[in-house]
Structure formats: C-alpha cells, structure tokens
C-alpha cells in the first residue's frame, strides 16, 4: 500500500513541477532526432503526471476497500491510470488549439463613427477619433465638407493605414 501511495504524490509531485518548468522536458530534448516531438503528446509531463497519480491513488483505494492483493490493485491502477493520462492529453490538445482573433484591417474601419479631434477643412486634413477593435485611434481625415471639431463622423473610405476619408453625420 505504500508503494501505491508512494506513485500518487509523486505523480502529484510531477505534475507540480510540470507546471512550474513547463517545456523544460521538451526543451532539453529539443532537435534530439529520434525523440523530437516525442514529448509533445501522449509522454509529456502533464499526461505522466495523471497516469502515475491516478495509477497509485487507485491502487490505494483497491488495496484499503477490497479483500483483493497486489496484482488486480496494479491492474485495476494502470487501467484508470491510463484513462486518466488519455483524458489530460485530450485537454491539453483541445487547449492548445485556441484559434487567435481575427487582426483588424483599415477596411473595418469604413462605416464606423467616430468624432473630430482636430477640425477638418474643406481642402486638407484634419484628425478624428476611432475605434478599431475596441481601442481609440487618431486617423487623419479628409472630408469633401469642412466639419468642426467635435462633430460626430462616419467614415466613409480607407485611404491607407493612417488616414480615411469621412462625411458628417446629420441627424
């Protein structure tokens, strides 16, 4: 029995330092030929962790609640060892996959409101205030109409990375 709880805390114990050094055990064997990526999956430390914590608490658990010995305790701990190391590497795959958002474009901007910072004149630039992707951002503007400072504004064309063209907006 205290064999069985010897491998729980030390998968405890590994998962621990699994988590504090992660992609140590990747990074020491990183390019090593024959093992490259070897730890990625199924033997990184996370899934090592749950198989031997799982396999020893469960061998635990047989050898205290049932009359059975040493041999179906084992059995039975490799079995629930194993499905616990299966299920850490399909959570750890599933997390892994997180697809990143979407990077804004100076496209996104057209048909957003925002308002003048800096007033417009008929024959030249101004600045005006927008949001892209939910942060402020000053565009100089250019607008077929002089537009005061203040005035709310649509955006009506990109003209390239920093600065658009805009309309007034009549209400």
């Known amino acids: 029995m205290t064999l069985f709880l010897g491998l729980g805390i030390a998968g405890i114990v590994l998962?621990?330092?699994?988590?504090?050094?992660?992609?140590?055990?990747?990074?020491?064997?990183?390019?090593?030929?024959?093992?490259?990526?070897?730890?990625?999956?199924?033997?990184?430390?996370?899934?090592?962790?749950?198989?031997?914590?799982?396999?020893?608490?469960?061998?635990?658990?047989?050898?205290?609640?049932t009359g059975l010995g040493v041999g179906?305790?084992?059995?039975?701990?490799?079995g629930t060892g194993a499905g616990a190391g299966w299920l850490t590497w399909r959570f750890s795959r599933a997390l892994m996959r997180d697809e990143p958002a979407v990077t804004p474009r100076g496209d996104d901007l057209v048909g957003s409101s925002g308002s003048v910072v800096?007033?417009?004149?008929?024959?030249?630039?101004?600045e005006v205030l927008l949001y892209l992707a939910g942060q402020p951002v000053k565009y100089a503007a250019k607008s077929a109409a002089p537009v005061?400072?203040?005035?709310?504004?649509?955006?009506?064309?990109?003209l390239?990375?920093?600065?658009?063209?805009?309309?007034?907006?009549?209400?």
């Open 15 to 65: 998962l621990v330092l699994a988590l504090v050094f992660d992609g140590v055990l990747e990074g020491l064997f990183d390019g090593a030929g024959v093992l490259d990526g070897l730890f990625d999956g199924l033997l990184s430390l996370p899934v090592v962790a749950g198989f031997v914590s799982m396999f020893g608490f469960t061998g635990v658990l047989v050898l205290g609640t």
């Open 72 to 78: 179906p305790a084992t059995v039975v701990g490799v």
């Open 118 to 126: 800096t007033a417009i004149p008929a024959d030249g630039y101004g």
């Open 148 to 158: 005061a400072r203040g005035a709310e504004i649509w955006v009506e064309e990109t």
């Open 160 to 171: 390239s990375p920093t600065s658009v063209t805009v309309r007034p907006v009549t209400r």
